[in-house]
């Protein structure tokens, strides 16, 4: 063949696998968006509405306690979602994992918009809340590490951090699309309406999910490396097979100290951020006289803020290494954490708004690196159980959490903020530390180098890593 034909060829290739690619990322950040809008519509919701729907009977802060004790459910199921994931991805693959959380997480979303009310069935309605929840938890806690692979993975080696931030903008994407959507539905009717029915419509809005999950399933492949994997499968010998047979206890075995530390990092990102969508706007509300949809407009400029910082973000981890870009963001988010709730306690929405963008710059760096230096860390064989751990373990300890620490600091110091902020610097410190004491997957030499694939000699070896 001539050189030029070869040329032509090779050109191709490339323009087909970015195309490629790209749809996978379009898909990702859709479905990654849309997951996230269902599970975050929860704790606006638990906010603002259903201590009045489901515990009408509780007085003053004791249903706002109520009311997060049920938005924290859905962290305590994220673990066993993520395990059951990790264990059959590490398996089967990522995409069918992927495919099942995310019908899963629509299926009980539009199930929790559909829940009558505890005056009108009583105690029932709080325990099919919790129920869904947790359900909806199971469904989360499948979907993240699934999707953050299919899209590192499927990365060419140099670009991995900034695809895999493309998975991790869904967080913002769906937290603006649930305070829009709240927004918009509660300042169209009456207040009354909005208590009764109007709540529903947001969380009915999740069948749009539906199409991008079969567009997944038909016209999306799985992770180039989980292939690799498969096809090694049949060249070895059956005393070192590529799958490894329980990679969750493989994963546990030889890397806890890595998953322990990996988790550890995420500490101080969830906690800023869940504090903004959730415990920000009950502790406006409840001791600040504030109006709850101005504090959403406000939250959702904040994640308008985070969704190019965290793009940016990816770009930075692949450029300077992961390390660095997670250290920054604690660092910032530790400056930061005064005030921030300084300029909440001033009660007033320029200075609201000023707050929560800011915090929401060095919470997204943290968090842009995540999916593509979770992978690196852990070998492919036990790379979805292991990261989902890691992750997973840190929403059911700091995310879910979060608000009911704030909500209970506050009334024990009668309305002060000082012991909330004490509590973010505490998981600043930690992500720092975790981030210092995990090895870098993309140095300066793996960076240099054309062909070096990030993460790749930490566990060239090993299965375990």
């Given at each position: 063949m001539p050189p030029n034909s070869t040329a032509n060829l090779s050109r191709r290739d490339s323009k087909v696998h970015a195309g490629k690619h790209g749809r996978l990322r379009a898909a990702g950040l859709i479905g990654s968006s849309i997951e996230w809008y269902d599970f975050f519509l929860y704790g606006t919701a638990a906010a603002l509405?259903?201590?009045?729907?489901?515990?009408?009977?509780?007085?003053?802060?004791?249903?706002?306690?109520?009311?997060?004790?049920?938005?924290?459910?859905?962290?305590i199921a994220r673990p066993v979602g993520g395990l059951l994931a990790g264990n059959y991805g590490d398996k089967l693959g990522r995409k069918p994992m992927v495919v099942i959380s995310l019908?899963?997480?629509?299926?009980?979303?539009?199930?929790?918009?559909?829940?009558?009310?505890?005056?009108?069935?009583?105690?029932?309605?709080?325990?099919?809340?919790?129920?869904?929840?947790?359900?909806?938890?199971?469904?989360?806690?499948?979907?993240?590490?699934?999707?953050?692979?299919?899209?590192?993975?499927?990365?060419?080696?140099?670009?991995?951090?900034?695809?895999?931030?493309?998975?991790?903008?869904?967080?913002?994407?769906?937290?603006?699309?649930?305070?829009?959507?709240?927004?918009?539905?509660?300042?169209?009717?009456?207040?009354?309406?909005?208590?009764?029915?109007?709540?529903?419509?947001?969380?009915?809005a999740t069948a749009l999910l539906v199409p991008v999950v079969m567009y997944i399933q038909l016209k999306i492949e799985d992770s180039p490396e989980f292939e690799a994997l498969k096809r090694e499968v049949s060249e070895v010998s059956a005393s070192k097979p590529a799958v490894v047979r329980a990679p969750l206890w493989q994963a546990v075995k030889s890397n806890w100290k890595t998953i322990l530390l990996a988790s550890g990092t995420l500490s101080a990102t969830n906690c800023v951020f869940y504090i903004t969508i959730a415990g920000a706007l009950s502790y406006g509300t409840t001791y600040l006289g504030m109006d709850y949809n101005s504090m959403l407009i406000a939250a959702m400029l904040s994640t308008v803020v985070a969704i190019p910082v965290t793009l940016l973000g990816g770009r930075l981890a692949d450029r300077i290494?992961?390390?660095?870009?997670?250290i920054i963001g604690g660092v910032g988010i530790l400056i930061w954490a005064f005030p921030y709730f300084a300029l909440i306690n001033a009660a007033n929405m320029a200075m609201f708004t000023i707050a929560v963008s800011v915090a929401a710059v060095f919470q997204s760096l943290v968090y842009a690196p995540v999916a593509s230096y979770f992978g690196e860390l852990f070998a492919p064989q036990i790379r979805f159980s292991s990261v989902s751990l890691?992750?997973?373990?840190?929403?059911?300890?700091?995310?879910?959490?979060?608000?009911?620490?704030?909500?209970?600091?506050?009334?024990?110091?009668?309305?002060?903020?000082?012991?909330?902020?004490?509590?973010?610097?505490?998981?600043?410190?930690?992500?720092?530390?975790?981030?210092?004491?995990?090895?870098?997957?993309?140095?300066?030499?793996?960076?240099?180098?054309?062909?070096?694939?990030?993460?790749?000699?930490?566990?060239?070896?090993?299965?375990?890593?």
């Open positions: 509405v259903f201590p009045h729907v489901f515990f009408p009977d509780a007085e003053g802060i004791n249903g706002v306690l109520l009311s997060f004790s049920t938005f924290a459910t859905g962290f019908l899963a997480m629509a299926i009980f979303t539009f199930a929790i918009g559909c829940l009558p009310a505890t005056a009108t069935i009583g105690l029932t309605a709080p325990i099919l809340l919790v129920t869904c929840r947790f359900l909806q938890g199971i469904a989360c806690g499948a979907q993240w590490g699934g999707l953050a692979l299919l899209l590192s993975e499927s990365a060419g080696p140099k670009h991995r951090a900034f695809s895999g931030s493309f998975m991790q903008v869904g967080v913002p994407c769906g937290a603006l699309l649930g305070n829009l959507v709240f927004v918009i539905v509660s300042t169209s009717i009456s207040h009354e309406a909005f208590i009764s029915w109007g709540w529903r419509v947001p969380f009915w290494g992961r390390r660095p870009v997670i890691a992750y997973q373990l840190n929403a059911i300890i700091v995310s879910g959490s979060t608000p009911i620490v704030m909500t209970w600091l506050i009334a024990k110091m009668d309305g002060s903020t000082v012991g909330i902020a004490l509590f973010v610097c505490a998981t600043a410190f930690i992500t720092i530390g975790c981030a210092i004491a995990l090895r870098e997957t993309n140095p300066k030499v793996v960076r240099q180098s054309p062909t070096a694939v990030p993460g790749e000699h930490l566990h060239a070896n090993s299965i375990g890593g």
